[in-house]
């Protein structure tokens, strides 16, 4: 059975049978109606204060708390910071004497190590995809479902190549 409203749940109502009067029947199923229209209008009245709250709020809204005096200083401290670090860098000369300079030899260390990493990153990809492979391996059924498709994709990667090139006897006829 369903529970009354929350609105009547507290209202203490006599049921309404030939035991009371008409009028007190007809008196009482009408209060409800009303209690519900001023809830009605009260739940109105609530939602559009706290519109009216939203777009107060919303129209005054700033991204950061601080003030504006402590927002403006930091950022004029932090400027006057970088202009003094490049004053600074700036009295020192350029340390490029050349093709043998000191800029020229870091050039090639970095070089160096840009290569050692791209051999390290792909060395650990591999491992890292090879790896559960190799496990998938060690069962006869999975290492012939793995050798059945590497041969596969080698087999489509050359077809698609040798078309590519034009090596193959197909001879296209456009009529």
């Given at each position: 059975?369903?529970?009354?409203?929350?609105?009547?749940?507290g209202?203490?109502?006599?049921?309404?049978?030939?035991?009371?009067?008409?009028?007190?029947?007809?008196?009482?199923?009408?209060?409800?109606?009303?209690?519900?229209?001023?809830?009605?209008?009260?739940?109105?009245?609530?939602?559009?204060?706290?519109l009216?709250?939203?777009?107060?709020?919303?129209?005054?809204?700033?991204?950061?708390?601080?003030?504006?005096?402590?927002?403006i200083?930091?950022?004029?401290?932090?400027?006057?910071?970088?202009?003094?670090?490049?004053?600074?860098?700036?009295?020192?000369?350029?340390?490029?004497?050349?093709?043998?300079?000191?800029?020229?030899?870091?050039?090639?260390?970095?070089?160096?190590?840009?290569?050692?990493?791209?051999?390290?990153?792909?060395?650990?990809?591999?491992?890292?995809?090879?790896?559960?492979?190799?496990?998938?391996?060690?069962?006869p059924?999975?290492?012939?479902?793995?050798?059945?498709?590497?041969?596969?994709?080698?087999?489509?990667?050359?077809?698609?190549?040798?078309?590519?090139?034009?090596?193959?006897?197909?001879?296209?006829?456009?009529?």
């Amino acid at each position: 059975m369903a529970s009354p409203p929350a609105s009547l749940s507290g209202l203490a109502c006599p049921p309404l049978n030939s035991l009371h009067g008409g009028k007190q029947a007809g008196r009482l199923a009408v209060a409800p109606q009303q209690e519900s229209m001023e809830t009605a209008a009260a739940d109105e009245n609530e939602t559009h204060q706290l519109l009216r709250q939203e777009e107060d709020m919303s129209s005054n809204s700033r991204t950061c708390a601080l003030p504006t005096w402590a927002l403006i200083g930091g950022i004029t401290a932090g400027v006057a910071a970088a202009m003094a670090l490049s004053a600074a860098a700036a009295r020192r000369p350029a340390l490029a004497l050349g093709p043998e300079g000191p800029l020229v030899e870091e050039f090639w260390d970095n070089m160096r190590r840009y290569a050692l990493y791209a051999l390290t990153v792909s060395t650990g990809v591999a491992y890292t995809v090879l790896q559960p492979i190799v496990e998938l391996l060690k069962n006869p059924i999975t290492a012939l479902l793995i050798v059945a498709f590497l041969a596969g994709s080698g087999f489509l990667v050359s077809q698609v190549l040798n078309a590519m090139v034009g090596n193959s006897d197909f001879i296209y006829r456009y009529e």
